[in-house]
T-cell receptor, first 113, second 114 residues
């Protein structure tokens, strides 16, 4: 079956620190890979995506590279801000359809000034 | 530029009551779905639809019904509310039911069943 592993956190960092949130997955076929972010009181929103091996998704200073050989999609940011405090979800999505999409419980990031 | 709109934002029900959570999208998306989010359990798929007139069950469908009479609307019905249905509910849509098509989420409905 499909599954995703990411640390639950909370991950607590000081402003301007380097961020890594690890994501490894198992999935049938060749999934597209997404990171979603959830700010307090809101729904999830797309942060970035990659659809094939070695693709790098990027947005708002965040990056993640599709590593097919290690089935990983780690999220990185060089300098976090207080406004990045949120819950981050890694979501590998098989091309067979949404029914097989698996969300983990997310990683809570807290950035302190 | 409304995107996915969910109503109500908050709801309190007594055990045994029924209600409908509304979801509408204005992006002409083919795929629509309902998730529930519970602490420590991530998001779990309740029901989904790949087009008007087509619905199917997700991971946790018991106690919920859906219908898709139009492309835009996908209401979720709680038939007889139970405390175990206390949760935050999210409606999400995507252009296609294919892996590379990202999901667009509403802002959620926080439901409490007493």
């Amino acid at each position: 079956g499909n599954s995703v592993t990411q640390m639950e956190g909370p991950v607590t960092l000081s402003e301007e620190a380097f961020l890594t949130i690890n994501c490894t997955y198992t999935a049938t076929g060749y999934p597209s890979l997404f990171w979603y972010v959830q700010y307090p009181g809101e729904g999830l929103q797309l942060l970035l995506k990659a659809t094939k091996a070695d693709d790098k998704g990027s947005n708002k200073g965040f990056e993640a590279t599709y590593r097919k050989e290690t089935t990983s999609f780690h999220l990185e940011k060089g300098s976090v801000q207080v406004s990045d405090s949120a819950v981050y979800f890694c979501a590998p999505t098989p091309d067979t359809g949404r029914r097989a999409l698996t969300f983990g419980s997310g990683t809570r990031l807290q950035v302190q000034p | 530029n409304a995107g996915v709109t969910q109503t109500p934002k908050f709801q309190v029900l007594k055990t045994g009551q029924s209600m409908t959570l509304q979801c509408a999208q204005d992006m002409n998306h083919e795929y629509m779905s309902w998730y529930r989010q519970d602490p420590g359990m991530g998001l779990r798929l309740i029901h989904y639809s790949v087009g008007a007139g087509i619905t199917d069950q997700g991971e946790v469908p018991n106690g919920y019904n859906v219908s898709r009479s139009t492309t835009e609307d996908f209401p979720l019905r709680l038939l007889s509310a139970a405390p175990s249905q206390t949760s935050v509910y999210f409606c999400a849509s995507s252009l296609f039911d294919r892996g590379e098509s990202p999901l667009h989420f509403g802002n959620g409905t926080r439901l409490t069943v007493t």
